[in-house]
């Protein structure tokens, strides 16, 4: 008698986990396909981060030419812009 109920239990054990187990995977996936994309935003922000800072890098290298060649810190100050200006549209068109 006493192994018809354990029989009885394990079964009921049994169909209370299927239903689980088949809906776990799915909530897996959905929680992946959100990651990537999350992943993929994530690496293009970095992207246009890296050519922004190279941008600056490089302008303030070429002001740093103009003023030592001797311009006027004014024509050195709008190269640096438009230098930056540029860079920023890289930047908005590689996300």
């Known amino acids: 008698m006493k192994w018809n109920v354990r ?14 187990v088949a809906v776990g995977p799915v909530a897996a996936y959905a929680q992946t396909e959100s990651k990537e994309r999350r992943d993929e935003r994530q690496s293009g922000r970095q992207e246009s981060r890296d050519i922004r800072q190279e941008g600056r890098h490089e302008a ?36």
């Open 60 to 95: 303030r290298s070429q002001k740093a030419e103009c003023k030592s060649s001797g311009d006027s810190r004014s024509e050195c100050r709008q190269e640096k812009r438009s230098s930056k200006q540029e860079t920023r549209g890289a930047a908005h068109e590689a996300r």
């Open 7 to 20: 029989l009885e239990v394990g079964v009921l054990a049994l169909a209370l986990a299927v239903p689980f």
